[in-house]
């Protein structure tokens, strides 16, 4: 019923003109979108980062109707070039899926719109995927009725036939995970796919396969399409020791310049909130010639503010067009901020 109210609310204020005037007022900011995955694969369960391609599509038209789809590398620029054109937005993704190859490509392409992907070397050389969807996979495709987390205080977990036990396991370990230490969570994943299955450890299913170092090549060479650093394996940084942050993000800059594959000094913190990275990681990116990083925290990026700390429009596959429009228009941020979050 919530979400049905604020549906009715959006879509109204829609209708009355309310987003026209919010993207006049919010005309000065640049509306960064965070895609990740484009399928019209179907999963055992809602999977937020995978967004319908028939919904991606519309978002593109509407993008190219009623906004100015810049590149990434305008922020590099100085303010007053890029400040913007009227309703600037720019399109990025993160993690460098294959889907995005393959599905989302074609769309941007016939429509003539640029984007960054952000794009994990290590990973996409080994052909894995990163842990999240691992684990999803291995929880998913496992035939194992328990498993058993005691030597890391959680218990032995029930599973069975219920998509809604392997469910509720799958959000509480991601969601307790992302704040350990990265070695601890390291070795819980390695016992979880030596004990249970080697499927994520291989790359999992297709439907989370990355781009391989070919097809980034191939993307990198395209008029539209400009890369971007992500690290090389996708660990939580604000997790690691300083010195394991900095090989992380050197060695995938590494990856790309031996590989000839040219990328912007544009960086994406895996996982992006304010907790997933530190004062010595943006100190790290400087050291390493970065100019800029993206972070997940929701909302319209104002040029005035700090360029390591670059908000993005969280697209996940639950947002209907009313809830789009008041996205890029920032008129969503308002109630938001209305309610205090």
């Not at 995955?37 to 319908?52: G, K």
């Not at 994520?200 to 781009?211: A, E, I, S, T």
């Not at 993206?294 to 104002?302: A, C, K, N, P, V």
């Not at 996940?316 to 890029?328: M, S, T």
Request: proline share 4%.
């Amino acid at each position: 019923m919530k979400r049905f109210l604020i549906n009715l609310i959006l879509a109204a204020a829609d209708i009355l003109g309310v987003n026209i005037l919010y993207n006049f007022l919010n005309r000065r900011r640049i509306r960064v979108l965070m895609y990740h995955a484009v399928s019209s694969e179907t999963l055992p369960t809602f999977y937020w980062t995978r967004l319908d391609r028939d919904k991606f599509a519309w978002q593109m038209e509407h993008l190219k109707n009623r906004f100015n789809v810049l590149k990434a590398s305008g922020l590099l620029k100085d303010e007053s070039d890029v400040c913007l054109s009227k309703r600037a937005v720019m399109i990025s993704f993160d993690d460098g899926y294959e889907n995005v190859f393959t599905i989302a490509r074609p769309i941007l392409e016939r429509l003539n719109l640029p984007a960054i992907c952000f794009v994990l070397p290590e990973l996409s050389e080994a052909g894995r995927s990163i842990w999240p969807d691992e684990l999803y996979d291995l929880i998913f495709l496992s035939n194992v009725d328990e498993i058993d987390l005691s030597a890391f205080d959680m218990g032995k977990r029930r599973l069975g036939d219920s998509i809604d036990n392997r469910l509720e396991l799958y959000h509480s370990l991601v969601k307790s995970m992302k704040s350990w230490p990265h070695r601890k969570r390291q070795k819980l994943l390695g016992h979880l796919f030596a004990t249970y299955s080697d499927a994520g450890r291989k790359g999992g299913h297709v439907r989370f396969k990355l781009m391989t170092p070919e097809q980034v090549a191939e993307i990198s060479g395209s008029d539209l399409f400009e890369i971007g650093l992500h690290t090389n394996t996708h660990p939580i940084l604000s997790t690691m020791p300083v010195d394991e942050q900095e090989r992380e993000i050197k060695s995938a800059a590494d990856y790309l310049s031996h590989r000839g594959i040219g990328f912007l000094p544009i960086f994406a913190y895996p996982n992006g909130r304010p907790e997933d990275f530190t004062e010595e990681t943006i100190a790290i990116l400087e050291r390493h010639g970065i100019k800029a990083a993206f972070t997940s925290i929701d909302g319209l990026h104002d040029l005035r503010d700090e360029q390591f700390h670059v908000r993005r429009i969280n697209i996940g596959a639950d947002i209907n067009r009313w809830e789009f429009k008041a996205r890029l228009s920032g008129f969503f941020y308002f109630l938001q901020g209305l309610k205090g979050n």
